[in-house]
């Protein structure tokens, strides 16, 4: 079955960087398949900070994130990355990676297009 597994959070200092990672099993790893990184603070709406395809490796990020955050995926290993620098204590939240196959890429409103999820990684960035 589908699983996207996230993995790589923890408790960092502000200034520090971490690399999220998220492995996919059961779905085919190619340039249909689109990833989307997410991230839900505590008492917020899940927001979504980019996205990427195989279609010229495509990311859109949030605006709050651009230039501190860049998103990548390997082919080889299944997986998608989160790259994260200067993280700040508003950073602080549940990361979460979707999925969806799809020939037209990444979409302005992708965290409405994701059909598989998964169960997110916290990640607390201290002051």
């Known amino acids: 079955d589908v699983q996207l597994v996230e993995s790589g959070g923890g408790l960092v200092q502000a200034g520090g960087s971490l690399r999220l990672s998220c492995a996919v099993s059961g779905l085919t790893f190619d340039d249909d398949l689109v990833l989307g990184w997410f991230r839900q603070a505590p008492g917020q709406e899940r927001e979504q900070i980019s996205c990427i395809s195989g279609n010229d490796e495509s990311n859109d990020y949030e605006n709050s994130v651009k230039g501190r955050f860049t998103t990548s995926r390997d082919k080889d290993k299944n997986t998608a990355y989160l790259q994260t620098y200067d993280l700040r204590p508003e950073d602080t939240a549940v990361y979460s990676c979707?999925?969806?196959?799809?020939?037209?890429?990444?979409?302005?409103?992708?965290?409405?297009?994701?059909?598989?999820w998964g169960k997110g990684t916290l990640v607390t960035v201290s002051s």
């Open positions: 979707g999925a969806v196959r799809s020939a037209y890429g990444c979409l302005p409103r992708f965290k409405y297009n994701m059909k598989y």
